[in-house]
């Protein structure tokens, strides 16, 4: 491989939450004696970013002034570029996309042009912690539509379920996570299609959090919402960031797709309302240098790496963890363990499950925040050799001691 995603990044004491929040509240606490922290909760990547991203950064730092700026037009440039390459957006225009300095502030700006405070909003559940939080606290109220697994183990949602649940709640906006976090689906063409006429019968207006869209594992192929009919592109807004792809959460910094002219000036007026909503300088450079020929490889790397991680990891679990299942997920970098029935079988609780792991150094995270009533959320997105060394403390220590 042309770059690196094999050595051991050392991350203590450099502001990164995943290793030096450890023991904090909501956090994985700190590993006994003897054992190394192996970060697997937040989900971002330790792995180096691509060079160009640094470069980019670096070059412009440089230059000692950072002042008020408008955004280049290589910043737009970049992006069109991207989706046009990666999601075959051919006919996507400059002015469909927009600045955001978050995904979740964006659903939060969308659900404000789509609904009222206290409107009932559709989610699929399990369910990203980031919305449970931001909804709550903007006072939206959450009706959760069940993912299930069917016979050959993958996430599938129930289109019955959903339109039962639209019907009596009333509900006219949803929140889409596509890929799905954190069971990582990646949605099929007539899933897609299928989900967003059921949004089209009952005019239910659609926030599409495709951030995850670049992380596509073993040959499968992300569907843009907004690509599956012309109902879908004028009544989604789609959120996309390029944090996920190149660990680029603490730069800040997304964007939105919008095509539907009246909803995106809409939208534009309600991110500006709290004046906050405008772009890092440094966020702007660091897109466009990820958005770079070499950020097109160093993903297309990345996801060949997670690939085989997951590989191992899922055969690890079948091979040595009897009582835990999980779905093999078909995007992002996290696993869902499903543990019920090897806690019953062993009388522990989830609790004590999850503790055994942080004592030995792996920092997994509580899968209740996310409506798994007994389950464990884990990162992937390290070396081959740290995921095998976490597996191998998880079989002696944990599961099998």
Known sequence: MKYDFTSIMNRSGMDAIAVDGLGLEGAPASPGE??????????????????????????????????????????????L????????????????????????????????????????VLLHSPTYIGFTKSLGNNGYHIVHSPLALDGNGVYRMDFADMEKKITEN?????????????????????????????????????????????????????????SVSEDARSRTVALYAPSKTFNLAGLVGSYHIIYNKALRERMEKESSLSHYNNMNLLSMYSLIGAYQPEGYEWVDELCQVLSENVRFACT??????AGVRVSRPQGTYMLFLDCTEW?????????????????VGVAWQ???????????RMNLALPLSRVQEAFARLDRYVFNA
């Not at 160009?52 to 070059?59: D, G, K, M, N, Q």
């Not at 689906?185 to 951030?211: A, P, T």
Request: aromatic share 10%; with cysteine.
């Open 343 to 359: 806690c019953r079988a062993h009388g522990r609780t989830i609790d004590q499950l999850e503790k055994a792991g942080w004592d």
């Open 81 to 120: 570029k991207w989706q046009k390459t990666r999601n075959k957006s051919a006919d996507l225009t400059g002015e469909c996309i927009g600045y955001e300095n978050g995904v979740l502030g964006g659903v939060i700006s969308a659900l404000s042009v789509f609904c009222s405070r206290g409107d009932n």
């Open 170 to 226: 009333k509900i006219h906006a949803a929140i889409f996570c596509s890929p799905h976090n954190p069971c990582g689906r990646v949605w099929e063409k007539w899933e897609v299609e299928q989900f967003m006429e059921l949004c089209r019968k009952h005019d239910v207006m659609v926030v599409s959090d495709e951030i995850w869209s670049d992380i596509i594992l073993d040959g499968h192929r992300h569907i843009p919402t907004q």
């Open 34 to 79: 003897g054992f190394d922290i192996i970060p697997m909760w937040v989900a971002d990547m330790n792995f180096p970013t691509v060079p160009t991203v640094p470069e980019a950064i670096t070059a412009r730092t440089n230059a000692p002034h950072y002042g008020y700026f408008s955004p280049r037009e290589e910043y737009v440039d970049a992006i």
């Open 366 to 376: 509580d899968g209740r925040m996310f409506h798994g009533p007994c389950h464990i």
């Open 316 to 321: 690890y679990i079948e091979e040595h963890f």
